[in-house]
């Protein structure tokens, strides 16, 4: 079992829809979760950082992390074309980078 | 424009060859971290610098090797190559080496192995 598991998608919205993305992962000893968005030839640029369980907003944007359940999922409201991409998620210990990453997810949303 | 600069761009080399991959971090930013990305196996952890000593390691092989100057501009250097290093290689940095210090990715070298 790989340590995160994230929906391979590809997704494909129409403006305006509410995406959610998830990713899974096996290690309740992870502490901080993250969400990266890369565009096609673009390295990755983070989204969301969240380190509890519970709920972050920014914006249009909503992280959520659910330890008990090992569970995270980055929700987007009034998704717009510039959001087509891969979302990326993240996860660590410790007070290091060594992130694990989830495989990605391709988003498109159709105007 | 991340302000961090990975040279070069592309890169096309034959098996068992050696490359060096360059990477300049933001001004200010202290830590480097490179990683490897491909398709099956997503972005993968190579190595992290903190103001020139190693400060993490991860699925980095043997045959790969880096290092962060007084500059703070970090090399990772690739030998022996084989087809199976073909991937997109990032260059990431940050002020500090903590998860809680936001990293900024640079646009990324694609390694070509033949």
């Known amino acids: 079992q790989k340590e995160v598991e994230q929906d391979p998608g590809p997704l494909s919205v129409p403006e305006g829809a509410i995406v959610s993305l998830n990713c899974t992962y096996s290690n309740s000893a992870f502490q901080y979760f993250m969400w990266y968005r890369q565009y096609s030839r673009k390295g990755p640029e983070l989204l969301m950082y969240?380190?509890s369980s519970g709920n972050k907003e920014d914006g249009r944007f909503t992280a959520q992390v659910d330890k008990s359940s090992k569970y995270i999922s980055l929700f987007i409201r009034d998704s717009q074309p510039s959001d087509s991409a891969t979302y990326l998620c993240?996860?660590?210990?410790?007070?290091?980078?060594?992130?694990?990453w989830g495989l990605g997810t391709s988003l498109a949303v159709n105007p | 424009d991340s302000g961090v600069t990975q040279t070069p761009k592309h890169l096309i080399t034959a098996t068992g060859q050696r490359v060096t991959l360059r990477c300049s971090p933001r001004s200010g930013d202290l830590s480097v971290y490179w990683y490897q990305q491909s398709l099956d196996q997503g972005l993968q952890f190579l190595i992290q610098?903190?103001?020139?000593?190693?400060?993490a390691k991860g699925n980095i092989l043997e045959r790969f090797s880096a290092q962060q100057f007084p500059d703070l501009h970090s090399e990772l250097n690739l030998s022996s190559l084989e087809l199976g290093d073909s991937a997109l290689y990032f260059c990431?940095?940050?002020?500090?080496?903590?998860?809680?210090?936001?990293?900024?990715f640079g646009q990324g070298t694609r390694l070509t192995v033949v």
């Open positions: 969240t380190y």
């Open positions: 610098y903190y103001n020139g000593e190693e400060r």
């Open positions: 990431a940095s940050s002020v500090a080496g903590d998860p809680s210090s936001e990293a900024f």
């Open positions: 993240a996860i660590g210990k410790g007070n290091n980078r060594k992130l694990i």
